[in-house]
């Protein structure tokens, strides 16, 4: 399974994402300009030790990615999306796509595409979103349910 951050800002979550990528044998694709530096030290604390045994690759952008995986399936996570994250049937070969912590995906291509657009449910009304490891962790476990890949 592929974890896709767009943009993250924020390195302690992208370091905590890299963790769950190493305990869960996903891949960690890293797109388009970061808010930090890959040695930055909240990025390695965060991942701990686990940061060398993480597979992660980088891309200029989400479009030079989808070229790279010609015929993969792409699910793009945003509250903006109506349709729920458990309704989706996830495969091992799924790329997962989570915008930056401060403005998600674009509502672009949120609308663009209806069926691979999918959110988290919250129901709370003072905050606008989970944490972006928080929202990872979430879909990942549930992908990996519905593939028994555990």
């Not at 993250?8 to 990528?21: A, D, K, S, V």
């Not at 930056?100 to 657009?117: D, K, V």
């Amino acid at each position: 399974m592929h974890i896709v951050l767009v943009e993250p800002e924020i390195p302690q979550n992208t370091g905590n994402i890299g963790r769950l990528c190493v305990l869960t044998q996903c891949q960690l694709h890293l797109v388009g300009p970061l808010g930090f530096s890959l040695s930055d030290h909240h990025l390695k604390r965060a991942g701990l030790d686990y940061w060398p045994f993480l597979t992660v690759t980088r891309h200029d952008s989400l479009a030079q990615l989808q070229e790279k995986a010609p015929g993969a399936r792409f699910y793009y996570l945003s509250s903006k999306a109506t349709r729920l994250y458990t309704e989706a049937g996830y495969r091992w070969e799924d790329y997962l796509v989570f915008g930056c912590e401060t403005r998600g995906l674009p509502r672009e291509l949120i609308e663009s595409q209806p069926q691979q657009s999918l959110k988290i449910p919250m129901w709370g009304e003072k905050a606008r979103s989970l944490n972006l490891s928080n929202a990872v962790a979430v879909v990942v476990y549930e992908a990996l349910r519905q593939i028994r890949k555990f």
